[in-house]
C-alpha cells in the first residue's frame, strides 16, 4: 500500500473536482480491498426513481481506479482498458456502495472486480463489474 | 421500425432531459444501425485533455438503447443487463459518434454493439461496446 | 436447492458423457456457492505446460450450470447467453478447481461469477469468469 | 502482414496438432480481417443438436490469435487476457465461421472481435466475441 484512504481521499478530490457532485467517500481501504460510497442526487436518476447505468459504471470504475491507486501510487497515469458490468437489480433511489477487490495485479495490467449494493438494503448486490487497467510502464512513483 | 429518427430525437428530448449537456443527436437510424453523436464539454473531460470512460459507456449505452427502441416503438422498459467495453485510443477532445448495430433481437434480450469514434479522426476506433437489453415481456406499444 | 451435490454429479455423467475426460467433480454445493474441480490430462494443455483457454472456460460455464440447476431442478434447458473471462496466472498443469457465487437468479436470468485457482497453488486465481445463463419460461420442474 | 494464409495454416498445423479434430481452416487473411472456419463433428455437439459453447468460444479465440500472428509473426508468446462471448441463435450442426476484425493492436495489447456465423445459414450470427490477446514485450520475430 502506497497510499492510505485518506491520502485517497485527498488526491480523489484534487485531481477530480468534477466528480464532487457524486460525494464519493473512501469507506475503507485495506490490502486487496477498497470500499468506495456514493450519495445520489436527482442527476443520477432516471424515470421511475432508480440509478441511472452510467452512475453506476462511473462508481465501478472509480472503485477500482482507487484501490489501484492505493497500491501502486498516485503519479500513475493508469487508464481503464475493459469494463465488463452486469446489472442485477434495479438500485433503490439512494447511496450505493461498492466493493474493489484486486484479482491481479501485474505489471502492465491490474484486474479487480467491483460488488456493488444499494445502502442499507439486503435485497442482494445490485450490479457487478470486472475492470482492467492498464499500468504505464515507467511509473516512477515520486 | 417502429419510429423515425426524428420521433427518436423527440423522446429522447422528452425523456431524459438530464442527458441534454451531452447534446445527443441522431445522425442515421435505418433497419439494423443507428448513429449517435454527442458533443463533448468540460464537464466530460479528464486531466490530459481527453473525454472520460464514463462518457464513452453513456453513448455507448444510448446508442444501444435508441436502436432498440427505434424498433420495439417507445413505450418499452427496456433496462440494461450487460455492457462490455474495450478503450481503444485516447480520444481526442473533440464530439464522438457511435455506431450501434443490432446482433440479435429476440423476444426477451437484444445484443448489439457499438463502435465509438472521435468526430473527424481517422485514427481507428477509441472503444467498441457490447451492449445486451432485457426487454420486459408485456411490452404492449400504443 | 432442488438438487442434491450427488444428484447433479449423475446428471452430469448422464447428460453430458463428452465431458468425461475432464474427469469434473462437484467438491461442494450449499445455497448460492457450488466448487467444481477438473482433473487436467494431455489434451488440456498448451506448449510450454499450461492449460488451455477452451479448458478454463469450459470449467467456468459448467460450475455456473451445474450451481443454476443445483437450484432450478435438472430439466431446464438453461442456456448460455453471455460468458466473460479475464485470464489472470499462467495455470500450473495441474488441476484446476473452479467457485461458482450465485450473484442473481431471476425469472429468466441469472448471473454467476466462478474464480479459478490451479489446485494446490497460493499464487493466486488463475482466471475470473462472470456467466449469465438464460432460463427458459415454462420450466415445469418434475 | 508478417505472415500469409498459408504460413498461418502450417503454424496451426506444426504448433497445435490438439486442434486438428476441429479441421480448422483459415479461408481468407488480409490486412485488419481473417476468416476461419471449422467443421463440426460428434465431440462438439450437445444434446438437441446444437454446437456446444466451449467449441464457439475455441473458435473465437483461435481466429483472433491467427489474426494476431498474421500481423507480428509466429514467435510472439502472445496470451489471451480476456475474452467475452455473446451467444446469440442456436448453431445449426454444421460447421462454422469466425471473421476476426483487428479493432486495435497497440505495442502490449490487441483487442479484436469476432462474428460467428453456421455455414450456410442466413438466420443471422450464432455469436459475437470481443479477445483481448497480451503482446509480450520482448517479441523478436526471427
New interface residues.
Partial sequence: MRMTKDELQAFLAR?FP?MAPMSMRIEHFEGDSLRLSIGVND?HLR??GTVS??TL??LA?CAAYLLLLGQIGPVA?A????????????PEPTGLVGEARM??RGK??A?M?V?IHSEGQDA??VA?A?V?Y?IPPARKTT
Fill in positions: 485531481e468534477q442527476s424515470p421511475g447505468g452510467p459504471m462511473t470504475d497515469l487508464v481503464t482498458t475493459n469494463l465488463n458490468i452486469n446489472f442485477l437489480r434495479k484479482l491481479k502492465t495490467l484486474v472486480d460488488l442482494g448486490p457487478h470486472t482492467t492498464a
